[in-house]
Each structure stands twice: as C-alpha cells, then as structure tokens.
C-alpha cells in the first residue's frame, strides 16, 4: 500500500526522501531587490527569510515553508521506573478516574493511556483537550 503511495507523489512530481530525517533548520535572512517588494515603494523594504533545512543524510534544502506532521510517543521511563503498569500501547494505564495500577497515584496528559470513549479499545489521546 505504502509503495503504491509513494508511487504516486513521485509521478507527480514531488521529492520523496525515505529515512531521512530533518536535523536542523536554520533562518536566512534574504536581501529583497525594489522589484521584489510590492508596489508601495514608500515603505522601507522589510527583512525577508527563507529556511535552510540540515538533513541527516548532510544534505540541505532551501524552503518558505515546513510543516511537520509528526506523531507523538509517551515517555513513560519515569512511571515505568516506579512500577506504575504501562499500557498495551505504551502510555501510563489509568482507569475511570485517572488512578493508575498504585491507588494513590494519578496521572493525566499525553502520557497516559485510557479506554476509547466509544470504542472502549485503549487509546493514546496527544490532546491538551479531552
Ligand atoms: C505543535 C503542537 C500543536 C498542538 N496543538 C494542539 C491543539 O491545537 N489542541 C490541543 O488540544 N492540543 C494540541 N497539542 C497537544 C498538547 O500540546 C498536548 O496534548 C499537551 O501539551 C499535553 O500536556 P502534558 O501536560 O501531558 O504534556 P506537556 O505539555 O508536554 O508537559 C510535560 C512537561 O513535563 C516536562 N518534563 C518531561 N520530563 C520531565 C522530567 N523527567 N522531569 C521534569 N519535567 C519533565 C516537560 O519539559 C514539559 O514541560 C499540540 C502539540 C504540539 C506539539
């Protein structure tokens, strides 16, 4: 399924880079030209920045824009150290009232992990708001 979907963005033109990762980004500032800028040309022209972006294969790229759409992991080493049980999937496994596995411990946020309000399947909810 993945292959068919790479595929795809390649034939229409997009620069796919599998494992590679993105390791810096940094700000450039650019130097605007008068036939750059709009046709106000009172205003003085306003700094302008592209992103220099450092991939893990020492390559880089020049950019306007980056959006991230990453997922999110709980890091769970500390509750896991205290013997707090850990769920199926990895969060912090608290019941109804947010009671993890010792009764006089209670966890909230991205780290837990709860029962699907419909489903009733576990669940990771990354949401500040539940
Ligand atoms: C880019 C982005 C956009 C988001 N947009 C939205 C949104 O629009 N709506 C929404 O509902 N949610 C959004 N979220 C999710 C939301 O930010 C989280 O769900 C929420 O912040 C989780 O709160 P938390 O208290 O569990 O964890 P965090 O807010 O991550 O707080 C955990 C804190 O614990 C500290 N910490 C970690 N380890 C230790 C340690 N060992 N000792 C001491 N301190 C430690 C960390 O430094 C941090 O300050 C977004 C998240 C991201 C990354």
Redesign the pocket.
């Known amino acids: 399924m993945a292959n068919m979907l790479h595929q795809k963005l390649v034939d229409n033109g997009v620069d796919l880079r599998l494992k590679t990762g993105l390791a810096a980004i940094t700000e450039c500032p650019i130097q605007l030209t008068e036939s750059d800028n709009t046709d106000d040309y009172d205003k003085p022209l306003s700094p302008h920045f592209h992103l220099q972006l450092a991939l893990s294969d020492n390559t880089t790229l020049a950019t306007d824009l980056v959006i ?1 759409a990453i997922g ?1 992991k709980p ?1 769970t080493s ?1 509750a896991s150290a205290c013997g707090l049980e850990l769920g199926q999937l990895g969060g912090i496994r608290v019941d109804d009232e947010m009671r993890t596995s010792d009764a006089d411990i209670f966890a ?5 992990e709860t029962a699907d309000f419909v489903t009733g399947n576990p669940t990771l ?6």
């Open positions: 991230l999110v890091e500390l909230v946020g991205d780290a837990i909810i990354p949401l500040a708001v539940r």
